[in-house]
C-alpha cells in the first residue's frame, strides 16, 4: 500500500512560516460557517479551512486512507 501524505497532496497549505507542518491545513475543506459570518460582518471573505489532521480523522471527508488526496503537480 502506498501511503498518502498530507504534506505530498495539492490541497496541503502551511498556517504560515512559523507554524509546524504538523498543523496544516487542507484547502479541500473550507469552514463554511466561519467564512459566511466574517463576510457578512465585513463584506470580506476570509478563507479558513480545516487542519489536515482533522480531514484524516473523519470518513466523511479524507479519513486514513486518503480519500481525496491529489499529488501535488512540480
Known amino acids: ?3 498518502k501524505f498530507c504534506i505530498n497532496c495539492k490541497y496541503f497549505v502551511e498556517l504560515d ?5 504538523d498543523y496544516g491545513c487542507c484547502t479541500k475543506f473550507p ?3 466561519s467564512n459566511k459570518i466574517e463576510y457578512l460582518v465585513t463584506g470580506k471573505e476570509i478563507k479558513e ?12 471527508m479524507c479519513g486514513e486512507e486518503g480519500k481525496m488526496y491529489e499529488p501535488k503537480e512540480n
Open 1 to 3: 500500500m502506498n501511503t
Open 31 to 33: 469552514k463554511i460557517d
Open 17 to 21: 512560516r512559523f507554524t509546524s507542518k
Open 49 to 60: 479551512y480545516y487542519l489536515c489532521r482533522t480531514a484524516r480523522n473523519f470518513d466523511s
